[in-house]
Nanobody, 124 residues
Framework: QVQLVESGGGLVQAGGSLRLACAAS????????MGWFRQAPGKEREFVAA????????YAADAVKGRFTISRDNAKNTVYLQMNSLKPEDTAVYYC?????????????????WGQGTQVTVSS
């Protein structure tokens, strides 16, 4: 069972940047694709970005394309989410997860290992 711990959230003004990190336990991290999701108050969890096991391919939701970048360092068992040009609508709890099934990257049901998340708040 993988354990994922997110960090790096905080309060930032609109237009600012944050870098989230997700540290994974275990020795199989590099074998799995990884994803970031977010959940705002009163809304369903939504897909943000994903990255393949070797970092060769990345995917991002339309709402964050051109602003957010996902990356990973397999030597450190860590996946990152660089968030630039933040907007108030990016305010949410951000979660990382491990993709264990072969379905769509945007489907949260394809993932496990959900951590506690990290709060991102963007003020206008």
């Amino acid at each position: 069972q993988v354990q994922l711990v997110e960090s790096g959230g905080g309060l930032v003004q609109a237009g600012g940047s944050l870098r989230l990190a997700c540290a994974a336990s275990g020795r199989t991290f590099s074998s799995y694709d990884m994803g970031w999701f977010r959940q705002a108050p009163g809304k369903e969890r939504e897909f943000v970005a994903a990255i393949t096991w070797n970092g060769a391919d990345t995917y991002a939701a339309d709402a964050v394309k051109g602003r957010f970048t996902i990356s990973r360092d397999n030597a450190k068992n860590t996946v990152y989410l660089q968030m630039n040009s933040l907007k108030p609508e990016d305010t949410a709890v951000y979660y990382c997860a491990r993709k264990i099934f072969g379905g769509p990257y945007s489907d949260s049901g394809q993932y496990d290992g959900w951590g506690q998340g990290t709060q991102v708040t963007v003020s206008s």
